[in-house]
């Protein structure tokens, strides 16, 4: 392998997607990773009683046919493919995904009231829409956006509707026609329509087995994470006291903790990059004696007194993530500095989940409990908040002037995936190399 000056900073998907471009050029890709294991927000955690917990829950989505060939690859072929159950929890109703075209069962004044709003929003127009709040009104009409969308936002980004901006949409979220919300209003007996119609995941040792034939083939620095990069005198510095050089730099570091840590950064883009602003994750793992939890593998709650925005079943991903004929839960709870700053401790949070999951009937008993722990991810989801388009136009002009590749979710401050990331950081690699 040809030993270059490029350095590569995170080994999370973005970084391993940087590593790889350098594998398939012939030059050794060399990573520095604060953490003492790989994977990032791909990371898993193996527990001894037998239970398996990824940094939230993971599948892999992707129809990008060569990511899918990569992943399968590195977990040997072992993986097992679904179709997507997913279903919705609102106060004591069970509702399949999405709730805009399976409103059967809901009481008759709500239903009456979504279809009303939804004929009324089809006919008319809204003019400039510029935040999340008059796009679900101009979508479904108030009576839907205000009772699940706009209640669940408070709960996943963090912060009401009306602060967000719509260019993080997508297919997120189903646009139904007349008659899809008409027969979903009338019958249980629904076509699936989920943007995420089957997925994969590894049948041994959680989400970072897909990532595990990029670390075999990078040289990777565990436990380095990066305090200071000069880049006049091209050197890095660590917390653990090292310091390195480099010629060229990737980084996956998110950018609110990257930009301060350049030296000479303008006081505008520091104050820039302290205004984007992300969720952090506090996932609170449960453990049954039985395995027949839910027949979904994910279920939202758009309840305010339910503390989780999501539980997903990491068994019926894969069986081996938990002891045979046990069932896992993990509960997905959001902070931010910016909008939701984090209260009370991981175990007030794990008997808050616990209480939550005996009122919604998920767990009967406490007896039925046999593993508790909890994962926090300091950098959950980039909240898409009326600061962002100026605020990171502002850092990543900067980034390209001091020829600085950024790449990843954290780097391109974006909602994207793992397969996104793992492009994001080839993309960044291939500039680099060609030195664009
Ligand atoms: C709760 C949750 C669920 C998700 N579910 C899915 C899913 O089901 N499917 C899917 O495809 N995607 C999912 N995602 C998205 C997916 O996790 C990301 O797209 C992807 O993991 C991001 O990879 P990354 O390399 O960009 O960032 P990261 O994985 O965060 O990697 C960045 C790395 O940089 C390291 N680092 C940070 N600071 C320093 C420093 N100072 N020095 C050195 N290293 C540093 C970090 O430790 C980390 O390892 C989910 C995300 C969340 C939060």
Redesign the pocket.
């Known amino acids: 392998m040809k030993q270059t000056g490029i350095r590569i900073?995170?080994?999370?998907?973005?970084?391993?997607?940087a590593a790889h471009h350098l594998y398939e050029q012939g030059i050794e890709p060399i990573i520095?990773?604060?953490?003492e294991n790989?994977?990032?927000?791909?990371?898993t955690f193996v527990y001894g009683d037998g239970f398996i917990f990824d940094?939230?829950?993971?599948?892999?989505?992707?129809k990008n046919e060569r990511i899918q060939k990569l992943f399968a690859e590195s977990c040997g072929g072992d993986f097992k493919a679904f179709p997507a159950n997913v279903n919705n929890y609102w106060k004591g109703h069970w509702i399949k995904h999405p709730a805009q075209v399976n409103l059967a069962g809901l009481p008759q004044d709500l239903i009456v009231n979504c279809i009303k709003d939804f004929i009324h929003a089809q006919n008319n127009e809204f003019g400039e829409i510029t935040n999340y709040h008059d796009w679900l009104h101009a979508a479904f009409g108030p009576t839907f956006g205000d009772t699940f969308p706009a209640e669940y936002t408070k709960k996943y980004h963090t912060t009401e509707a009306k602060n967000l901006t719509t260019d993080w949409l997508g297919p997120r979220l189903y646009q139904p026609d007349m008659d899809e919300v008409l027969n979903g209003a009338l019958s249980k007996e629904t076509k699936d329509v989920h943007y995420i119609p089957n997925?994969r995941y590894p049948t041994e040792g959680g989400f970072i087995s897909y990532l595990d034939m990029f670390a075999k083939r990078s040289t990777l620095h565990l436990d380095?994470?990066?305090?200071e990069i000069d880049m006049d005198a091209n050197t890095l510095s660590?917390?653990n006291g090292n310091t390195a050089g480099f010629e060229q730099l990737i980084s996956?570091?998110?950018l609110p903790?990257?930009i301060p840590?350049i030296k000479g950064a303008p006081q505008e883009v520091k104050d820039a990059a302290a205004l984007l602003s992300c969720?952090q994750?506090l996932?609170v793992n449960i453990g049954l004696n039985r395995a027949d939890v839910s027949d979904n593998h994910w279920t939202y709650f758009y309840d305010e007194d339910i503390c989780f925005s999501r539980l997903s079943f990491p068994h019926m991903f894969s069986d081996r993530t938990a002891p045979e004929g046990c069932g896992a839960i993990q509960a997905?709870i959001y902070f931010s500095e910016k909008w939701r700053p984090m209260t009370g401790t991981p175990e007030e949070w794990t008997e808050r989940v616990i209480e939550d999951l005996l009122r919604v009937g998920l767990v009967k008993s406490r007896d039925e409990i046999i593993h508790k722990s909890t994962i926090y991810?300091l950098?959950?989801?980039v909240i898409f908040d009326q600061d962002r388009p100026r605020c990171l136009k502002i850092v990543h002009d900067y980034l390209k002037d001091i020829e600085l590749a950024y790449?990843?979710?954290?780097?391109?401050w974006a909602y994207?995936?793992?397969?996104?990331?793992?492009l994001?950081?080839e993309r960044a690699a291939n500039m680099v190399v060609k030195g664009l």
């Open positions: 900073l995170g080994a999370g998907c973005a970084g391993f997607g520095y990773e604060a953490r790989y994977g990032g927000h791909t990371s940094e939230g829950p993971h599948i892999s989505f992707t997925f380095h994470r990066v305090t660590f917390a996956s570091i998110p903790v990257l840590m969720s994750a996932m997905e991810a950098w959950g989801n790449c990843g979710r954290y780097g391109d994207i995936w793992t397969d996104e990331s793992f994001s950081g």
